[in-house]
């Protein structure tokens, strides 16, 4: 005979989309207040692993990882003379059992070339996860008088608390730079998670 099945490990699923007052949702919306809900680094067929990208040229700013994937890959720039700023952001509900992790690799990165003018520009990378309780910086760090130079933050040494109802993750991305001279700025932000099984 099969074991019985432990309750006290079963966690009832949320979604397929979800906001911090309604964790039963059949659908998203242009805003992103409604988030798709993932089973932490988890999926299954029944399953998609979805999140909501903004702003975004595509206009589906919902993405699902194909099966074939193990993680996905975002990446926004701008270039042109100054000053420049852009702010975008990745997010996604999720339920988890235990606290976890992303896979290795996974990673925030920023490139900022301003060689020609000098002047110095920003990045920042804020990551919350919260609910309509509460909410919990994951990671807040920024740099400052930037001219030609590259910086990534690793992910996964970061821990996310386990959610028996939603939970929400916030990743997002700043950065800009001041007026400077005749030459081009190129300023870009790039976001990979790793880590989501592949189905294929």
Known sequence: ??????M????????PFASEAVPYLTEGSPTGSELPVNCAMSRSASWPWSYYLHPTSDP?????????????FESESEEGVGPLYFEWS???????K?????????RVSFEMVDEPNEVGGFVSVLIVVGDEDDSTTILDESETNVVDDIFDYDLSSLVFPAADRP???????QYGVGTGGPGDVLAS??????GIPSLS
């Open 98 to 106: 235990a606290d976890w992790s992303m896979g290795a690799g996974s």
């Open 167 to 173: 939970k929400f993750i916030t990743i997002s991305l």
């Open 189 to 194: 932000g790039t976001v990979e998670v790793l």
């Open 90 to 96: 990745v997010k996604w509900g999720y339920q988890a």
């Open 60 to 72: 589906d700013s919902y993405k699902t990882v194909p099966n074939e994937s193990t993680g996905f």
């Open 8 to 15: 006290s490990d079963c966690i009832l699923r949320a979604g």
């Open 1 to 6: 005979m099969a074991p019985l099945l432990n």
